[in-house]
């Protein structure tokens, strides 16, 4: 759909109270969206179809998004039809990758209750992530070394079961805000049930985080029961991590070509970070 299109699409929307106004977002990968005021209020919109390459489907985003909200996590969601999610506008910043670090007392509260609370108030079919099956689909999608499928084999080994979980999945600095008051965790494109491993490896990878910080980490998530095998079983996890993150860049610049995202800069980024993770 032309831009032109799009936008006297969501000026038409029902779930204004009057004439809207429009103003473009930045900072998405895969999906346009706009802040809206009507006059009343400011909203957010996001706009985006379905994108099964990343294993993405919008029904289940809502879904995901109405029950973080219910579970006191992310801003309501006012308003959805195919391709368009409406939800309150929330006044604050969004993290930088040293946020992540530097908030993990006040982080590791919400990931908590996430895991603890979403999946008691999500509806319809149940979606799952295993960051291993994603690599293996990935690697075969892009015709990708054959290596990663061993890599991804070696490193689904060293992990140890866990309690099925409802997982945030994206835990990307942008995917936090701050409004001076509480934290936000927003964008639930891949929230599904999984294990806690990912989300905590996913924080770490996506924060650069020391090993000292990964102890920090697993010992304020684990209350300080961390026995040597989890140790292995998360740093197995956070280099798939930023494996799977890499790979969705790769898959990214071929299927989806957002315009202002640099593609390759993040796979050529997150492929460092897997190297020197697998070295560690």
Known sequence: MRKDDLESRLAHLPCWRGPVTLAPLKGGLTNLSYLADDGREKFVVRCGADIPVHHVFRDRERAASVAAFEAGLSPEVIYAEPGIMVLRFIDGCTFSEADLATHLGRIVPLLKTCHAEVGRRVRGPANAFWVFHVIRDYVR???????????????????????????????????????????????????????????????????????????ALLDAYFEGKVPDDLHRAFDAMKSASALREALWAMVSDVHLKTPGVDYAAHARDYLRRFEQLMAR
């Open 141 to 215: 999608l892009l015709g990708a070394d054959p290596w990663y499928l061993t890599v991804a084999d070696d490193l689904e080994q060293a992990q140890v079961s866990l309690p099925v979980v409802f997982g945030h999945h994206d835990l990307l600095p942008g995917n936090f805000m701050d409004d001076g008051k509480r934290l936000w965790l927003i964008d639930w494109e891949y929230g599904a049930f999984g294990t806690a491993m990912f989300d905590l490896a996913n924080l770490s990878s996506n924060g650069g985080f020391s090993a000292t910080q990964d102890a």
